[in-house]
């Protein structure tokens, strides 16, 4: 079957540096998604990585090993406002999204 | 300023109703989504839709239906609410063509039915 694993809940302090792993095994591979969603809102999408390597994106960077089925997801200079879940999807090789749990971040001040 | 709409946003409903929950989006996106999502779980797709007059089954879409007359409307019919179908109900959109295939989410319409 098709699985996507994330902590279920991290905690970390504002200013710090936190990282949100993600492991999966699908069926193909078509690329890695990382979505926010502030409690009662829509996800929004934060990043996509198709190829090896880190993406980065202000205080967001994304990292990709597809050998390994591994993802990271690290957010730097964290602000109370980072408090959010954050799901990881995996796109598979018939190009439908499998998602993660999501992982439940709180920024303590 | 939201792109995609969904009403309603709350429903309180009596098992055996019939409820439609309706979604919008203004971007002329080709491609449209409803997913279920209960608190820590992952979302789970109920339907989806290439375009007009195109419908298609995810995992949880034994009891609901969907129709796509309009490119930017898409609403999702359940012909006789259960308890078990209280949950949240996220429409999304994307682009057909495209590599990433990025969604962009509603609001979310949350229901319980007693």
């Given amino acids: 079957g098709q699985n996507i694993d994330q902590p279920t809940e991290m905690t970390a302090t504002e200013g710090a540096i936190v990282q949100i792993n993600c492991t999966y095994q699908t069926s193909g591979f078509n690329g890695l998604f990382w979505y926010q969603q502030h409690a009662g809102e829509a996800p929004t999408f934060l990043s996509y990585n198709v190829l090896d390597g880190l993406e980065e994106k202000g205080r967001f960077s994304s990292f990709l090993s597809r050998s390994k089925g591994y993802s990271y997801l690290l957010l730097k200079e964290l602000q109370m406002k980072d408090s959010a879940s954050y799901l990881c999807a995996v796109m598979d090789s018939n190009y439908q999204l499998i998602w993660g749990a999501g992982t439940k971040l709180i920024i303590k001040p | ?114």
């Avoid at chain 2, 309603?8 to 409803?34: A, N």
């Avoid at chain 2, 309009?70 to 590599?99: I, K, M, W």
Wanted: proline fraction near 4%; charged fraction near 20%.
């Fill in chain 2, 1 to 114: 300023e939201a792109d995609i709409y969904q009403t309603p946003r709350y429903l309180v409903i009596g098992t055996g109703k019939k409820i439609t929950l309706e979604c919008s989006q203004t971007m002329g996106h080709d491609k449209m989504y409803w997913y279920q999502q209960d608190p820590g779980m992952e979302l789970h797709l109920i339907h989806y839709s290439y375009g007009v007059n195109s419908t298609e089954k995810g995992d949880l879409s034994s009891e609901s239906t969907v129709s796509r007359i309009r490119t930017e409307h898409f609403p999702l019919t359940l012909e006789s609410a259960r308890p078990s179908h209280t949950s949240q109900y996220l429409c999304a959109s994307s682009v057909l063509a495209g590599e990433t295939n990025v969604l962009t989410f509603g609001a979310g319409s949350r229901l319980t039915v007693l």
